[in-house]
């Protein structure tokens, strides 16, 4: 049996973004790339904390005004958290890439797991660039 949201990520553009924060890190900006006339649509976001600090932890689009796709407190303990937006997804603001914001503290890894919907026309020049 195919995992849970192969079949969206097949019928779609996949992306899945990896990698670690270290303590003296203030976030990570871009960790999802944006692209021209496409949503982000997240299915799965996993934090794993290794440092814990008294640092909100959120995970967002880059909107004027952004979207909040997964948070966590300050001081949240060092352990695995996993957000689970089902096969459909959670679908962020259409041309925006997907950042980690945080004040410096907090050391973990983390995994996003999703796909790029097409939401407006392209013309020729923008769909050889997506």
């Known amino acids: 049996m195919a995992e849970a949201g ?7 553009t996949p992306f899945n973004a990896a990698g670690f924060v270290l303590a003296a890190a203030a976030g990570a900006s871009g960790i999802v790339a944006a692209r021209t006339g496409h949503k982000i649509v997240i299915q799965r976001i996993t934090i794993a904390i290794t440092t814990a600090a008294a640092q909100a932890i959120l995970v967002r689009d880059t909107a004027g ?3 909040v796709a997964a948070s966590l407190a300050a001081s949240a303990a060092i352990g695995p958290y996993t957000w689970d937006f089902g096969e459909e997804g959670l679908p962020m603001t ?26 407006a026309v392209l013309t ?3 769909h050889k660039a997506s």
């Not at 192969?6 to 779609?12: E, V």
């Not at 907090?106 to 996003?112: F, G, N």
């Open 6 to 12: 192969a079949l969206l990520r097949g019928q779609y």
């Open 65 to 67: 005004t952004p979207l």
């Open 94 to 119: 259409e041309g925006k890439a997907l950042d980690l914001s945080h004040a410096a503290g907090p050391a973990y890894s983390y995994a996003v797991v999703g796909y790029y919907r097409q939401t």
């Open 124 to 126: 020729e020049a923008q």
